[in-house]
């Protein structure tokens, strides 16, 4: 197994080689394979250990587990503990909701201070079978048919070509210790009644259902991948843009056939769910909209306009050169960075949810403060390419009022830092800076 995922790491993930991997490790069997194998292969890893406070005293046991771990390998660890209860009842939300909430917030937040390159996680083969018929019980398209994504954004999972069995096998042979989770036997919880009591009859009914559903699942992403390339072509002959906003001709829709497929393909990533409404919409009088968290869409005569929920009369602030603090609306200081400072910051660029380090000579006073605007894109700290705000905000699964209330420190039109959040890459101290300035969000005195 070691050597197979080598060569899958070669062949499909080369870009882990040279990065700072941050190990999501629970200390079940799957994520102690992780370790094992990346430490063997000599990637640079730390390790992350959540504990939820949701099995007693087996819960601390498993942290100590991870700890002692860490220390015999000489990993970097990072722990920390949940009252996962307590905050999915505040929240309104199941338990395992509320510790993926908790962890990933939390993962997010290692991996800005400490110059993590890449989250992994230990998903392999059986857990894309486990979601697979989840989605499928539950009703899904072939965004739910289409399993878990190797790369999605800073979150890898390596381990998806090997099987279970290939993971009990490597750790018999390898001698590894594990801790177990005796919930994963309790099948009150609709995964582990799907893992005991259903893929085992797919498996008796067919020994090769494991590689079988593997090329299933690849079938069905050429599938997937073909039919967003239509969309996208269907879209320079349906879709336009004008104003921020988002313009669907109806009656260039009706041309193509399957509206109702093609209307959901483009809107989907907008947060709607009132799918019949939204069909219906097609047909209803001008002036008729219909809401998601974060777009409206609009009936206006022979089209459908789709634009962001922003709030409105938001008031800006600007920051002239020689502000070092403002109270209002943020608590914010700002101080030049020293020769010292500076050049260890060259070597190592740091960021954090509440403190940037930004290239003097990158921005021009005075600097704003204001809430999101229609179109705001940013280009992410650590990551290539950009993002559209919007979107930051949907993976970052915040709230409306938490959009709301997040506000943007800009130079001219470019945003610096969406405060409290993530930085923009672009303004980060390099080896060619000269001056720094440090920017601080304290919390209200």
Known sequence: MLEKLRTHIQQNLPFLNEKKLLLAVSGGIDSMILVDTFHKLGLHIGIAHCNFKLRNKSSDKDERFVIETAATLNIPMFNISFDTKSYAQEEQLSIQMAARELRYEWFRKISAENQYDYLLTAHHRDDVIETFLINFSRGTGLDGLTGIPEVNNEIVRPLLPFSRSDINVYASKNKLIWREDKSNADTKYLRNKIRHNVVPV??????????????????????????????????????????????????????????????????????????????????????????????????????????????????????????????????????????????KLQHNPKSSLEKIHVDLENITFPLTLRKRQQGDVFHPFGMQGKKKLSKFFKDEKMSVLEKENTWVLCTKDLIIWVVGKRMDDHFKITKNTKKGLKITLKQEE
């Open 202 to 343: 797919f498996k008796e009914l067919n020994p090769s259902f494991s590689s079988s559903f593997s090329q299933t699942i690849c079938n069905l992403n050429e599938s997937k991948n073909f039919i967003t390339q239509q969309i996208e072509e269907l879209k320079k002959r349906i879709v336009s843009h004008k104003d921020n906003s988002i313009i669907i001709d109806l009656e260039a829709l009706k041309l193509q056939g399957s509206e109702k497929f093609i209307l959901r393909e483009i809107l989907k990533e907008y947060q709607f769910t009132q799918w019949d409404d939204i069909h219906n919409l097609r047909n209803a009088q001008s002036g008729k909209f219909i809401t998601s968290a974060t777009h409206r869409l609009l009936k206006n005569r022979s089209e459908l306009i789709l634009s962001e929920i922003i709030e409105e009369n938001s008031p800006i602030f600007k920051i002239d050169k020689n502000t070092k603090k403002i109270k209002k609306p943020l608590h914010l200081k700002f101080k030049k960075i020293t020769e010292e400072k500076l050049y």
